[in-house]
């Protein structure tokens, strides 16, 4: 059998380095279409907040005409507006009777309590995406009163 002539290895090095060019622009190409893929998706997640920052204002009018209107069909509406709200991966944030969290909640008034950085009451709803602050919680603390 003969020895691969100079020109014949040259040959098979050009063909490597191609293929190893190949697989990197193919490497590339999928990291592309991922990451336009996940900015995609925040795009739409950014939207739907866009949109909800709007309507809160309307839920939070809704939900104090049904505590004094005291009417189911109101009710069932609101009901609605949450589901909606929740298929686009936007949540209520939990607060009353949890630890104050500055993340998601707004201190607007401290009153003496037992327990100290504990939310005795939510004034405004807040909301959240995904582990972002859409609108934050207005809430009132218990601050806990130094023993003397």
Do not use: C
């Not at 939310?119 to 207005?138: C, F």
Request: hydrophobic share 40%.
């Amino acid at each position: 059998m003969a020895k691969k002539t100079g020109q014949g290895q040259d040959l098979a090095k050009k063909v490597e380095e191609l293929e190893a060019h190949w697989k990197r622009a193919l490497a590339d190409y999928h990291n592309l279409e991922r990451r336009v893929e996940k900015e995609r998706e925040e795009m739409v997640r950014f939207s739907s907040a866009v949109v909800a920052l709007k309507f809160l204002p309307v839920l939070d009018n809704l939900e104090k005409a049904v505590a004094h209107l005291k009417d189911s069909g109101l009710e069932i509406i609101i009901g609605q507006f949450k589901d909606a709200l929740r298929s686009e991966g936007i949540e209520e944030v939990e607060a009353e009777g949890r630890e104050f969290d500055p993340n998601f909640m707004e201190a607007v008034k401290t009153v003496p309590g037992e327990e100290d950085n504990i939310v005795v009451e939510v004034l405004q709803t807040g909301y959240k995406i995904g582990d972002k602050s859409l609108r934050p919680a207005h809430v009132i603390v218990a601050k806990k009163e130094n023993e003397s």
